[in-house]
């Protein structure tokens, strides 16, 4: 019997906390009716809702969870992971903890999936550290929006500001005293109906700074539910942000890197079937 132990990050139904841990919906119905979930060290058989702060336990036999990450290239220095939904960067529960020697220079929300550098050493870590402030490491992702758009690779600033007790970032069109600057370039793949999909790529890397931007231009992604709407969620029968890191390349590399500069990381994702 395996245990495994998290914080809610905001409030939802337990099933839902469950699934983005990793567990298949069957499995976590399951769980809920042996009573093997605890929710703040009381036992629990019911679809509760779950607050943040929360600490859920659950126990589970051995390979009921799944992995929800796949390394894609690795060599002595550096490993490119397909991250899942439902998994942090950072942390014994993240990549850091679940990939030997993997040390993260940069991040994607918990349940934003796609493609993630991390370092296997320290003059990686440095390099690459390096490379992600100086903007020569290009990100792109893909988005399904709600509404339809017409972006032309436009680049687009705004400024955020984060409010630290809730983790709610806000757009303004202004600079002003704690605010970050944020740049971004929308590109529309795809548009017709109710959804467009949307090729995001990011010159900042902000805290939400894709959800924010794309909400504050009056497009908000398809499952976002801190930045979008329960009503679209619900229309598009959506559970999580349709969102995916889909490309990756590495310049401006240092000594200890360099035979990896123009090297690209291209991933095929869901949304080029819709």
Avoid: W
Avoid at 68 to 80: G, K, M, P, S
Wanted: hydrophobic share 35%; charged share 30%.
């Amino acid at each position: 019997m395996q245990k495994i132990e998290f914080e809610v990050k905001k409030k939802d139904k337990l099933l839902n906390v469950l699934c983005a841990q990793g567990f298949s919906y069957s499995h976590a119905c399951k769980l809920l009716r042996n009573k093997d979930v605890k929710v703040d060290e009381v036992r629990v058989k019911e679809n509760i809702d779950v607050f943040e702060g929360s600490v859920v336990t659950a126990f589970y036999p051995d390979g009921t969870l799944k992995e929800n990450f796949e390394i894609v290239y690795q060599d002595e220095n550096i490993i490119c992971v397909n991250k899942g939904k439902g998994i942090e960067v950072e942390g014994k529960d993240g990549l850091e903890g679940k990939i030997k020697g993997a040390i993260a220079v940069h991040r994607l929300d918990r349940n934003t999936e796609g493609l993630l550098i991390m370092a296997r050493n320290r003059f990686a870590e440095e390099e690459l550290l390096l490379a992600f402030k100086n903007h020569t490491i290009t990100k792109k992702y893909l988005a399904e929006v709600v509404g339809n758009t017409n972006f032309n690779g436009e680049i687009y600033k705004a400024y955020i500001e984060k409010d630290s007790k809730t983790s709610f970032v806000k757009v303004f069109p202004n600079d002003k005293k704690n605010r970050q600057e944020i740049i971004t370039a929308f590109k529309t793949v795809k548009s017709g109906g109710s959804t467009s999909m949307v090729e995001c790529t990011l010159f900042t890397g902000r805290t939400h700074q894709i959800r924010v931007h794309l909400a504050y231009l009056g497009h908000h992604i398809v499952g976002d539910g801190k930045y979008g709407t329960n009503e679209n969620n619900r229309k598009f029968k959506a559970k999580s942000q349709s969102l995916v890191c889909h490309y990756l390349k590495l310049d401006g590399l240092g000594v200890h890197l360099n035979y990896l500069n123009g090297k690209e990381f291209k991933l095929k994702t869901k949304f080029e079937n819709k």
